[in-house]
């Protein structure tokens, strides 16, 4: 039978609630189970317990209860918060992946969850690395075909034009000549569009005061918009209070998304848009909900596919660079639409650390 932690620091039973007698069927249930699991005493900086496996975990390099080198490696830098806590973090270990979950008995006590992930990891990274490849090809052919079209368009304009340069009218010229610029117009469409792919590659995160951040994007498209007809009602509930983000980044998802609702409200009547800010579980959700024409269920899963597009002047990149962007935020984004009804865009992010009036 495995000594029972209680026994050692002394505390009572949490089943029975009286004084440990320390031998004990559910220490021995704890000692076998499938995942390396530490109890540990910040107070009298000990390690009151670690099963079997979290001790094979650390074999050869940390020896059983080592307080100091568990802590230094399992617990954050900086002292705990609650913020550290029930949060799955993985970890470097010499060659080793372990994931790592914190869970806080009491200001003085925690339990620490640990397995090695290191097979998973590997397999991710694998999976990742043939995705990127597979993408890779899929963006170069849709590159090569959105600059084809247009480059081999202003390639015959230029040709007839070249061969016709002395029995064309100037009026003729012209029109040419217009639609030579209308295909270069095209391309620098499409390369403004790559260029804001990569953009924020490495997003400045920080706080960021969400209703200053919506009052700021609104005054910026509120005449447009309006210009086209198009009504934005604002539903903001003040606890969507701060943002951890970076705000030139999520100005341009919003603009994306925006331009798409607007794209879809295109000769509707009473065309609206409803812009809500909430909080759920230490997040910051925004819904962009149009009344437009909605999305056809066979065209839902190619949403998010580079130059998937139903527009004869669109690239197709919106939504993938809202997609990139987001999640280089540790944001997410769902869409979900009725044809013939309109749209719901969902974007979930990370909320901020610090109130900022
Ligand atoms: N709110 C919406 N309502 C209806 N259809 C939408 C909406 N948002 C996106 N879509 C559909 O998804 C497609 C892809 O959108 P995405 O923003 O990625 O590209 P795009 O708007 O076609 O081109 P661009 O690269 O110029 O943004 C659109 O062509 C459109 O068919
Ligand atoms: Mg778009």
């Given at each position: ?148 079209n247009p480059i081999n368009s202003i390639k015959t304009t230029v040709t007839v034009l070249g061969n016709n340069i002395n029995t064309y009218s100037k009026e003729t010229v012209l029109e040419y000549i217009n639609r030579a610029l209308l295909d270069i ?173």
């Amino acid at each position: 039978m495995t000594e029972c932690a209680h026994r050692e620091s002394g505390r009572n039973c949490p089943i029975s609630k009286t004084p440990c007698l320390g031998e004990c069927i559910y220490a021995n249930i704890l000692d076998d189970i499938n995942l390396g699991i530490i109890g540990m005493d910040l107070s009298n900086k000990e390690v009151f317990f670690q099963n079997k496996l979290a001790v094979d975990i650390f074999k050869g390099t940390i020896k059983p209860k080592d307080y100091n080198a568990l802590a230094s490696l399992l617990l954050p830098e900086s002292p705990l918060t609650s913020k550290d806590h029930n949060v799955s973090r993985t970890l470097r270990y010499g060659n080793k992946f372990i994931g790592c979950t914190i869970y806080n008995i009491s200001e003085r006590y925690l339990w620490i969850y640990i397995s090695d992930v290191t097979e998973k990891v590997r397999l991710d990274s694998i999976a990742e690395a043939v995705n990127t490849m597979n993408n890779l090809g899929y963006i170069f052919s849709g590159i090569r075909h959105e600059l084809g079209n247009p480059i081999n368009s202003i390639k015959t304009t230029v040709t007839v034009l070249g061969n016709n340069i002395n029995t064309y009218s100037k009026e003729t010229v012209l029109e040419y000549i217009n639609r030579a610029l209308l295909d270069i117009n095209r391309v620098e469409y499409l390369l403004n569009d790559l260029r804001t792919f990569s953009m924020y590659e490495n997003p400045e995160l920080k706080d960021v005061h969400m209703p200053s951040f919506m009052s700021n994007l609104l005054s910026m498209i509120d005449r447009d918009f309006n210009r086209n007809g198009i009504k934005i009602r604002t539903i903001f509930r003040p606890d969507a209070e701060v943002g951890y983000l970076d705000p030139r980044a999520l100005h341009q998802v919003m603009l994306n998304i925006l331009t798409n609702a607007s794209d879809a409200l295109r000769s509707k009547e009473s065309a609206e848009i409803a812009i809500s800010m909430f909080r759920i579980d230490g997040r910051i959700i925004i819904k962009v909900k149009d009344n437009g024409c909605g999305i056809p269920e066979e065209h839902m899963k190619h949403l998010f596919k580079p130059f998937s597009t139903t527009k004869t002047k669109g690239t197709g990149l919106g939504l993938v660079i809202v997609r990139k962007m987001l999640s280089k935020m540790d944001g997410t984004v769902e869409i979900e639409s009725e044809e013939g009804r309109g749209t719901v865009v969902t974007l979930n992010l990370p909320e901020g650390h610090n109130s900022i009036s």
